[in-house]
């Protein structure tokens, strides 16, 4: 595995709005850059280790649910610092034991090089595990998103999915998404910042700073 800025290192953790760190890398599905996912949304995640029972459960249901993260055009991209070969020897096990076919790329990052650059080491933790972490990268290569689990714990592939869902309405409607948004729900507007927009906002039953708006 090599990548194109050496080393790829950051100076402080990764937020929210950054530009994900550039990588080129070796995967299951043949070398991949980030470069490469310009233009379609990604759902960037590490797990822990394969042959790992958590890690396991999780890329069954990723399996399961790839058509409608397809649907969305949203890719999805795994990482964990485990051999390309170990990746192969894992997905086949799945294969063999839970009927499902892994398509998408797994990232081997022996060299910890990936995890480092996205803070998915804990420079604290007793071995070299990743951290159960997700990055929802847009289409311009903006980190949207960041999720993180502990070991122990598994995500919600249906919430990881409802979480792209809901970032691209926003951006679609410039506006936001309640608790627990679900496409078709209504949407919420910006609060005004003004007030004489406060003073305009809110006729009714409804607060000025809550207003709905039908989902595009």
Not at 40 to 49: I, N, R, T, Y
Request: charged share 20%.
């Amino acid at each position: 595995m090599h990548t194109m800025n050496d080393p790829l290192t950051v100076t402080r953790a990764i937020r929210i709005g950054d530009p994900a760190p550039e990588f080129r890398a070796r995967t299951t599905c043949g070398e991949r850059s980030l470069a490469d996912y310009r233009g379609s949304w990604l759902l960037f995640f590490a797990h822990p280790a394969d042959f790992t029972p958590v890690c396991t459960s999780e890329f069954v249901s990723l399996v399961k649910a790839q058509d409608k993260f397809d649907a969305i055009g949203c890719k999805l991209l795994g990482l964990s610092i485990d051999s390309l070969y170990a990746h192969l020897a894992w997905l086949r096990d799945i294969h063999e034991h839970f009927g499902v076919t892994v398509t998408f790329p797994i990232i081997e990052d022996p060299s910890m090089a990936v995890a480092t650059a996205y803070g998915m080491l804990d420079p604290l933790a007793p071995d070299a595990a990743a951290i159960r972490a997700s990055y929802v990268i847009d289409p311009e290569g903006i980190i949207r998103a960041i999720t993180w689990y502990p070991l122990n714990v598994g995500r919600s592939v249906d919430e990881q999915l409802r979480l792209v869902r809901a970032l691209q309405a926003a951006d679609n409607a410039s506006a936001s998404t309640p608790e627990g948004w679900q496409p078709g729900m209504p949407m919420l507007e910006l609060a005004p910042v003004s007030l004489d927009g406060a003073l305009q906002s809110g006729q009714g039953s409804a607060p000025w700073y809550y207003r709905e708006r039908p989902s595009p």
